[in-house]
């Protein structure tokens, strides 16, 4: 099918989709559009990737040796109410390395919520044959990972080398 819209018609059209601005005969008539129409469907793709990408903008990663390693870009909290929480899940859970290194030397604070999330990270990337670390906890969130016994599975490292290093142990 070749698309009859002009470019700044689909970009406008694609922009409401996805803040849900159309009306609902309107969203009929582009999804029965876009599926069929290779440059609408390929507009649309990218431009969901971009706003995902604007959602989770307080992560980055960088990758060494084999290793990634996840950046909080600010400070933040891994908390029950925290949006960091969620996006933590999807930025590692949708990915497919499996040697990861969470810097959690922006997090503040962490609770229940936070430890369960970095568990079920942990558990995600052993089922893919490989392991979860944690670079640099402040004090106050290494004691939670002590007590709580998450240190023994996910240990702690202070020098981001030495981190890196330990996945070929
Ligand atoms: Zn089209």
Same mark, same amino acid.
């Given at each position: 099918?070749?698309?009859?819209?002009?470019?700044?018609?689909?970009?406008?059209?694609?922009?409401?989709?996805?803040?849900?601005?159309?009306?609902?005969?309107?969203?009929?008539?582009?999804?029965? /559009?876009?599926?069929?129409? =290779?440059?609408?469907?390929?507009?649309?793709?990218?431009?969901?990737?971009?706003?995902? =990408?604007?959602?989770?903008?307080?992560?980055?990663?960088? /990758?060494?040796?084999?290793?990634?390693?996840?950046?909080?870009?600010?400070?933040?909290?891994?908390? /029950?109410?925290?949006?960091?929480?969620?996006?933590?899940?999807?930025?590692?859970?949708?990915?497919?390395?499996?040697?990861?290194?969470?810097?959690?030397?922006?997090?503040?604070?962490?609770?229940?919520?936070?430890?369960?999330?970095?568990?079920?990270?942990?558990? /995600?990337?052993?089922?893919?044959?490989?392991?979860?670390?944690?670079?640099?906890?402040?004090?106050?969130?290494?004691?939670?990972? =002590?007590?709580?016994?998450?240190?023994?599975?996910?240990?702690?490292?202070? =020098?981001?080398?030495?981190?890196?290093?330990?996945?070929?142990?």
């Amino acid at each position: 099918m070749v698309c009859k819209k002009e470019p700044i018609e689909r970009e406008q059209i694609i922009a409401k989709y996805l803040s849900r601005g159309l009306g609902s005969d309107a969203v009929e008539e582009f999804e029965a /559009h876009y599926l069929g129409c =290779d440059e609408c469907f390929e507009e649309l793709r990218v431009s969901e990737r971009l706003a995902a =990408d604007l959602r989770s903008s307080n992560f980055s990663w960088k /990758h060494s040796e084999g290793v990634s390693v996840l950046q909080f870009k600010a400070a933040a909290e891994l908390t /029950h109410s925290a949006t960091e929480l969620e996006e933590l899940r999807k930025e590692v859970l949708e990915q497919s390395d499996s040697k990861v290194i969470i810097d959690l030397s922006r997090v503040t604070k962490i609770d229940s919520a936070g430890l369960g999330q970095l568990m079920s990270c942990y558990s /995600h990337l052993v089922k893919n044959r490989g392991t979860l670390k944690v670079l640099n906890p402040k004090p106050e969130v290494r004691k939670l990972l =002590d007590m709580t016994g998450l240190s023994t599975l996910i240990p702690s490292f202070s =020098d981001e080398h030495e981190a890196v290093r330990s996945f070929k142990n």
